[in-house]
């Protein structure tokens, strides 16, 4: 297999970190359309978590075919897998609403769509900018502080599930929902921590 050197494949690098922001940022975007309507997106998001499948096997084969890379390969990797964790937990979550066979959604839930969708804003936004590794902090205080938020909805949430619903069968299913919710918020934050090492380590 022939090996590239930069600038060539370090350009391509940056192409696949921004298609798999794009694709964070639709994922959550069709997350929260579904929360706010009650209604399944899960074929689309789906769709967009095997896209992401992709684009990650992209990197993953660029990394091994690359002689020179513009970051090091380990957090190249570290990157690219926690962007497609991303994916992987709202498509979970979508999946979960649709196995529940959840219609009414809380509105505590619908408040973490939210936030997950502009988390993804966020995220693309950041990675647009990964190239040249500047301006990544306002990106990365915003996504912290989604995710404190984030924590406080759902603390509040299942301290209010647990006194208030006493059908075990919901019970389960909320909880299970909720932390879904919560683990996509925390995987957010942990992809803007990543981009901060990056972003220190090649300043």
Known sequence: MKLSLIPQGGRRFYELFRKQGDLV???LSELSKSLLEGKSRH????D??????????QIHNLVNSTFVTPIEQEDILLLASSL???????????????????HVISDAAKA????????????????????????????RLELHRLENEGDRIT??????LFAKVSDAAELVK?????????????????????????????A
Not at 114 to 136: C, M, S, Y
Request: net charge negative; glycine share 6%.
């Open 43 to 46: 074929a689309r998001l789906r």
């Open 84 to 102: 497609d964790d991303i994916v992987d937990l709202a498509e979970e979550t979508g999946d979960k609403i649709d196995l529940y066979q959840i």
């Open 48 to 57: 967009l978590e095997h896209e992401c499948d992709e684009a990650t096997h």
């Open 112 to 139: 973490m769509g939210e936030h997950l969708a502009k988390a993804g804003t966020e995220i693309a936004a950041a990675l647009d900018r990964l190239e040249g590794f500047a301006e990544l902090k306002p990106h």
């Open 174 to 202: 909320w909880k299970d929902i909720y932390d879904l919710l919560e683990a996509t918020m925390d995987s957010c934050e942990h992809a803007a921590n990543v981009m901060e090492t990056i972003s220190i380590k090649n």
């Open 155 to 160: 603390r509040e949430a299942i301290g209010e």
């Open 25 to 27: 940022n639709e994922t």
